[in-house]
């Protein structure tokens, strides 16, 4: 940073408390910072709390020793100059000094620039020893600074109270999802500090400009072209205060959800390992801040220069009158949970209705207008469809409306059962978007959001007799909507149909991790497999497992499974594609012998020896789990009419069952 740059508190507001300390840490060992830091405090100069420049550090080979100082005659310079002095030696010593008074004292010694800057430094220690209370240093004095800073902009603030039930829920639909496929957790704050960027961006721009005084002194107005979101980050220190971090997520409104929930986790990744730059920290035209995680309803925060607007919102939770009430009462009552949106900001060029505009922006879109939750959904790979915002429909006269809606909720499950699928996340590439089955909406038959929370009978859905409908639409969604749809009830056996139900419906989809690695193992052994055919035998046709390498695993389970209930033999049947694959990694066909037939060699005992012809041929081995079990296996050869393979493979079952003369055995799998 040139030396003509401003001063860190005009740049970089609440944060330049943090430089103070890191230019400390750079003097002390230069090598103690980042690369960053280094090169920001290259031809920096420091300043103190108040912005005036701080003392240099004393430099020996500046300042002169007390010895030399005050020399009764200073050597010429270099140059021939002589240094200037209040009384100049005359070029010629008199002959004779007059002699001085036989007990006048002597007279005292000027005090050297040395000792009168110790003598300072001195004083100033006792009257800081003397003085009240614990004198505040460093960040804490930065600190001191930036409030009184923060005093000299004329604020007013807008307060806003925004029901928070619709952002529940969606919230957790999204965390519902992501901790089923690739983890991760998105909080209330990236979704409040994406509508903030968003409402901005869509209905208060003037929110985003910055106060400045001109040359001249007049009053100037900065319109920001991109919208820099300051975090305010509370930070506890090792010895246990509390400071506050505001890093920047620049152009926000410039990125979709992903992007910004990507920007904010990775300056949140920055505080936590110290790793922010100066870069980090300067810029912020916005600033949220959310003191609603410790409890608190609502805050004024101080606005510091440089900014339009600092954003503060409360805690999220059922209005303080009812605390105390019992869940079921609030649910019957259809109370929502709610926060309170503060907007403090510049008067001088912000206006009060502009501000409440902007609040009301941000209502809007957390109650999922203009498809804000739609957005995120889709910004994230989620592949449903939002959930909406409906007015609850419970009268006084409950009796009707309740057996209504218990009627409504049957109806709900069966559907469910009956066409789940047709919402399932089955589309890998998410051509489409996702849309939400009339008939498996709970908005067709009167259920709304306020319904989540109500308990209803369930017919023994998952062994519950009773469940709310929020738990009644996860089980359901988890058993026919995820990323296998089960399609089971034309199924005129209705002990059949029962034993799938109980199968899927609440069962649980936990892995130990041992088991995952087992898959993980299986899936790599199937690509690589693949990878050194295509890599080797080039142009030669495969039949690759590729986008299927999961029928890998799968077969795996079930043999597994069927080996450790002592089965007499499984037969397998399947087409051309991955064949190859399952031969060698579940049936256990020699690789040797596989790849003999891929360069040319053909068994005589084969008849119509075709390009295809190890495609079309069975193979019998032993499969051996990996806890020891083992079980005989065959891949039945591939008919000339492929469709009648599932035949094939049942009259063989059937042909080595009859073999074991055990009618009621049903011991070799198909």
Known sequence: MPEEAAPPSDTLGPNAWLVDEMYERFVEDASSVSESWQEFFAGYTPTGPAGSEAPAASDPAAEPSAGT?????????????????????????????????????????????????????????????????????????????????????????????????????????????????????????????????????????????????????????ITNEKVNLGLAVDLEKKDGTRTLMVPVIRDAAGLDFAGFWAAYEELIRKVRTNK???????????????????????SVPRLMPGQGVIVGVGRLGYPTAFQGADPEALADLGVSKVMTVT??????????????????????????EGDFYDGVFRAIGVPYAAVRWLQDTNPVDK?????????????????????????????????????????????????????????????????KPKMALGDILGVLRNAYCRRIGIEYMHIQEVDEKAWIQEQVEGASTFLPPEDQRHILGMVNA???????????????????????????????????RAASFALHGAIIGMAHRGRLNVLTNIVGKSLDKLFTE???????????????????????????????????????????HLETVDPIVVGVARARQDEINDPRAFSVLP
Not at 91 to 113: G, H
Not at 529 to 536: C, P, Q, R, S
């Open 526 to 560: 199937a690509e690589a497999f693949e990878k050194f055919l295509g890599t080797k035998y080039l142009g030669q046709k495969r039949f690759g497992i590729e986008g299927a390498e999961s029928a890998i695993p799968i077969l795996d389970a079930i043999l597994e």
């Open 598 to 640: 891929f360069e040319g060699y053909v068994d005589p005992e084969s008849t119509q020896g075709s390009g295809d012809v190890k495609y079309h041929l069975g193979q019998r081995g032993t499969y051996r789990s990996r806890h020891g079990e083992e079980i005989p296996v065959e891949l039945a050869a591939n008919p000339s």
């Open 276 to 298: 922010l730059t100066p870069d980090d920290f300067a810029g912020a035209t916005v600033t949220l801040t959310n003191p609603g995680t410790i409890g608190t309803v609502q």
């Open 69 to 221: 100082a005050a020399a009764p005659a200073d050597p010429p310079a270099a140059n021939g100059q002589t240094r200037e002095a209040a009384d100049p030696a005359p070029a010629k010593a008199p002959e004779k000094a007059p002699a001085a008074p036989k007990k006048a004292p002597a007279p005292a010694a000027a005090p050297t620039d040395a000792q009168a800057k110790d003598e300072a430094r001195a004083a100033a220690k006792k009257a800081d020893e003397d003085a009240p209370g614990e004198a505040l240093r460093g960040a804490a004095a930065r600190i001191v600074a930036n409030m009184e800073a923060s005093l000299e902009v004329p604020t007013a603030t807008s307060f806003r109270e925004v029901p928070a039930k619709l952002l529940e829920v969606n919230r957790k639909v999204i965390n519902g999802y992501l901790s089923r496929t690739r983890g991760g957790k998105v909080s209330f704050t990236h979704i409040i500090g994406y509508a903030v960027v968003r409402a901005i961006a869509d209905a208060g721009p003037a929110m985003n400009n910055t106060f400045v005084e001109g040359p001249d002194g007049k009053p100037r107005k």
């Open 399 to 463: 009796e009707e409306s309740t057996l209504q809606k218990q009627i409504h909720v049957q109806t709900l499950i069966n559907m469910y059962r009956v066409r789940g699928h047709l919402i399932a996340d089955l589309d890998p590439l998410a051509a489409k978007e996702p849309q939400m089955h009339s008939e498996l909406d709970p908005a067709t038959y009167g259920l709304t959001i306020w319904d989540l929370d109500r308990e209803f009978l369930t017919d023994g859905l998952a062994g």
């Open 343 to 368: 907007s403090t900001y510049d008067h001088r060029i912000i206006q009060g209705a502009e501000s409440g505009i902007f609040l009301k922006r941000i209502h809007e879109l957390l109650m999922g």
